[in-house]
């Protein structure tokens, strides 16, 4: 959770283009070697580095900029903004957020690291460039039995998990 993070209007949004992506590339890789230049850069555009798919000729196709898969908006997007929603609306205060983070990286034993590395806790590392593969695994597996676990209004267990049959509904191939 991050407090000083900037906020953004939902309504208002800033495009992005591909050329703006592209420009931002640039900069990132002009500030090699200055992590606190690079670190400004990476917090005002969300962009960390040029990823492997994007340096594929199959990146833009054919002129149109990559466009967001479904995985990263329901995951990266949806289920951290959630997860910011729970805590900034009062629904799980932070002695619950802690508990919660604690459980979720105690759970580690239940979802072998084979294809994934493991699960960290949420509470103590949710802007360490939290990986898409954990919120998947907090979406699917853990956030609703921990939260009934922990006591959070039911209610609020009961939209998660609404949520939840949303992205699987949205992710099913049939």
């Known amino acids: 959770w991050n407090p000083n993070?900037?906020?953004?209007?939902?309504?208002?949004l800033p495009l992005q283009?591909?050329?703006k992506y592209w420009e931002i590339i640039d900069r990132l890789n002009a500030a090699e070697g200055n992590l606190n230049k690079q670190k400004?850069?990476?917090?005002?555009?969300?962009?960390?580095?040029?990823?492997?798919?994007?340096s594929s000729k199959a990146f833009i196709h054919p002129s149109l900029f990559f466009p967001s898969d479904p995985?990263?908006?329901?995951?990266?997007?949806?289920?951290a903004w959630l997860w910011d929603l729970l805590i900034q609306s009062g629904f799980l205060p932070d002695m619950?957020?802690?508990?919660?983070g604690q459980l979720l990286y105690d759970a580690n034993s239940t979802l072998?690291?084979?294809?994934?590395?493991?699960v960290r806790n949420i509470y103590l590392k949710r802007n360490s460039q939290y990986k898409i593969y954990e919120w998947m695994a907090l979406v699917h597996w853990y956030a609703v039995p921990i939260m009934l676990s922990i006591g959070?209004?039911?209610?609020?267990?009961?939209?998660?998990?609404?949520?939840?049959?949303?992205v699987e509904s949205a992710t099913r191939l049939t």
């Open 5 to 12: 993070r900037p906020a953004y209007d939902p309504k208002n």
């Open 17 to 19: 283009t591909e050329e």
């Open 40 to 54: 400004r850069i990476t917090t005002e555009s969300g962009i960390l580095r040029l990823p492997l798919a994007a």
């Open 71 to 79: 995985f990263h908006l329901l995951y990266e997007n949806c289920g």
């Open 96 to 100: 619950q957020a802690k508990i919660f």
């Open 112 to 118: 072998p690291p084979s294809f994934c590395g493991p």
């Open 152 to 166: 959070v209004d039911l209610r609020v267990v009961a939209n998660y998990a609404k949520f939840v049959a949303i």
